[in-house]
C-alpha cells in the first residue's frame, strides 16, 4: 500500500485531509434533444486521455490525482468542461494537447493553465 504525499496529509487549517491531492471531474452529458453537451465534443476521449496520462505520469491513486467522469456540470455553454479540485479550477479543452498541459502543469506541479480556463459567468 502506497501512503499518501506529504501535500495530501498536511491542511493549513489542521482539517481532515482530502483523499486525493487533486481530483478532475469531465462533464460527460450528452442531451437528446439537441441542446449543447460536452459529449458533442468528444469528451469521452478527453476522459480516456487524461486518465492514462495521469496513470503513466504515475500520479494516479490515494494522496495524488484521481480522475473521474461527470454528468452535467451546468457549463454546456463552455463545452467540454472539466474542473480541477480542490482549487474549483474550471477549464474548456479543444484537444489531447490541451488535456496534457492540464496534468503537465496543473495537476502533475499545481500551476494553473490561465489559457484554457472557462470563462467566469458561462453557464448553460
Known sequence: ??????????????GEPSYYQR???????????????CAQHAA???????????RA???A?????RVNKAGCLDRCAAGPVAVVYPEAV??????????????????????VVERLLTPAGVGR
Not at 1 to 14: F, N, Y
Not at 23 to 37: K, S, T, Y
Not at 44 to 54: I, R
Not at 61 to 65: H, I, L
Open 1 to 14: 500500500m502506497t501512503s499518501p504525499s506529504p501535500a495530501a496529509t498536511s491542511l493549513p487549517d489542521g
Open 23 to 37: 481530483h478532475i471531474f469531465f462533464c460527460l452529458n450528452q442531451r437528446e434533444n439537441g441542446e449543447a453537451a
Open 44 to 54: 469521452q476521449a478527453a476522459f480516456d486521455h487524461c486518465k492514462a496520462k495521469v
Open 57 to 59: 505520469l504515475g500520479l
Open 61 to 65: 491513486g490515494a494522496g495524488q490525482v
Open 90 to 111: 474550471w477549464y474548456t479543452y479543444v484537444d489531447q494537447q490541451d488535456i496534457d498541459e492540464i496534468v503537465e502543469s496543473h495537476l502533475k506541479n499545481g500551476r
